[in-house]
């Protein structure tokens, strides 16, 4: 069984056709308006596209702009959809919250708080059946919230950035825990963080400006990417070019030595900013690139520096002594042992 979905909303730009296997957790990635929540609202039944379809293990969920137009409404369709904000009944207990779904799909009080029970142990929150919403913490009401969305036994859980809204000392909690939930559950996953891709999804489907620019593996795409928009969502430096006897060779003629491939096809080149070094003066170095700084960005412990395709990572003060302003011309080095050569 699988979801095959393909949709057009001619307003948004949106032009998406993908597959979700059974049991697959699939990550959606890509930046501010790339379509990411208007794929998850289409499969969910809150947005009605202007035409595509969509089905489940050979049962359609829409047909729009066929000869026998087909529209299954959201509570038809067995999908659970959670949001980064947990949205739990406020006049419920966690435990009723919970039991919500089962006792929708029509099972009794005392077999729906049974299951209830049971997927608040599953999300470690057992001790907070008898809370109220407004006494639970954010991470607290989040994981009521992931066992609201399971009790309901969906085909389908859609998670919209279910991590988005938690302090970052919380998060990595709800990632294990989520980890655990999701083995073997068909999802479809967004998410802004890399890391959740890594941690929880089993292939990853890059968007942008409501399209599929990169999909497959997740190590796979965000360890060698071949788009801008994947390479910037990972956090590396890529360069697209042709392979060479030492490397890759990009089309304004920058040459890049690194572990060589067979020469002459199509290849991609990526490079931690880490792994870069920035110079005053031309060094010697396996790779030294002469660029222009754009602009200088404070990242936490170091200073992102930036200059046309490349970034480089230093240190504050590193940048201090270098005393660097945009537009002054430095030198990129890194070593060949640091570049990642691959077709693209």
């Keep these: 069984m699988s979801l095959a979905i393909r949709a057009r909303v001619a307003e948004r730009g949106f032009e998406v056709s993908l597959e979700v296997a059974e049991g697959e957790t699939l990550a959606i990635l890509g930046p501010n308006g790339a379509g990411k929540s208007t794929l998850l609202d289409i499969v969910a039944g809150l947005l009605r596209p202007d035409a595509g379809r969509a089905e489940w293990a050979g049962t359609p969920l829409f047909d729009i702009g066929g000869p026998r137009p087909l529209w299954l409404p959201p509570h038809r369709r067995g999908i659970s959809l959670l949001a980064q904000e947990p949205l739990l009944f406020p006049h419920l207990t966690a435990l009723d919250n919970v039991a919500f779904g089962p006792r929708s799909a029509g099972h009794s009080r005392e077999a729906a708080r049974v299951?209830?029970?049971?997927?608040?142990?599953?999300?470690?929150?057992?001790?907070?059946?008898?809370?109220?919403?407004?006494?639970?913490?954010?991470?607290?009401?989040?994981?009521?919230?992931?066992?609201?969305?399971?009790?309901?036994?969906?085909?389908?859980?859609?998670?919209?950035?279910?991590?988005?809204?938690?302090?970052?000392?919380?998060?990595?909690?709800?990632?294990?825990?989520?980890?655990?939930?999701?083995?073997?559950?068909?999802?479809?996953?967004?998410?802004?963080?890399?890391?959740?891709?890594?941690?929880?999804?089993?292939?990853?489907?890059?968007?942008?400006?409501?399209?599929?620019?990169?999909?497959?593996?997740?190590?796979?795409?965000?360890?060698?990417?071949?788009?801008?928009?994947?390479?910037?969502?990972?956090?590396?430096?890529?360069?697209?070019?042709?392979?060479?006897?030492?490397?890759?060779?990009?089309?304004?003629g920058l040459a890049v030595t690194g572990a060589p491939i067979a020469p002459g096809v199509r290849a991609a080149a990526a490079i931690r900013p880490s792994a870069i070094a920035v110079h005053a003066v031309e060094p010697r170095a396996d790779n030294v690139v002469r660029v222009r700084m754009s602009d200088l960005e404070p990242r936490g412990d170091s200073v992102r520096v930036r200059a046309g395709a490349l970034n480089a990572d230093v240190s504050p003060g590193r940048a201090a002594a270098l005393d660097f302003v945009p537009g002054a011309v430095v030198y990129f080095a890194f070593p060949a042992g640091e570049v990642s050569i691959y077709p693209c």
Excluded: C, Y
């Design 115 to 252: 299951t209830a029970r049971g997927w608040l142990a599953e999300v470690e929150a057992s001790d907070l059946e008898a809370s109220r919403p407004g006494t639970l913490s954010g991470g607290q009401a989040q994981r009521v919230a992931v066992a609201r969305a399971l009790a309901a036994d969906p085909r389908l859980l859609l998670l919209d950035e279910p991590l988005a809204a938690l302090d970052a000392a919380v998060a990595p909690l709800l990632r294990r825990m989520l980890k655990r939930v999701l083995a073997g559950r068909t999802a479809i996953l967004v998410t802004h963080e890399v890391l959740d891709a890594l941690t929880l999804a089993d292939r990853v489907v890059v968007l942008g400006d409501g399209a599929i620019v990169e999909q497959g593996p997740t190590r796979e795409v965000l360890e060698r990417p071949r788009h801008p928009f994947t390479a910037e969502l990972a956090g590396l430096n890529l360069l697209v070019g042709t392979s060479s006897a030492t490397g890759l060779v990009t089309p304004d």
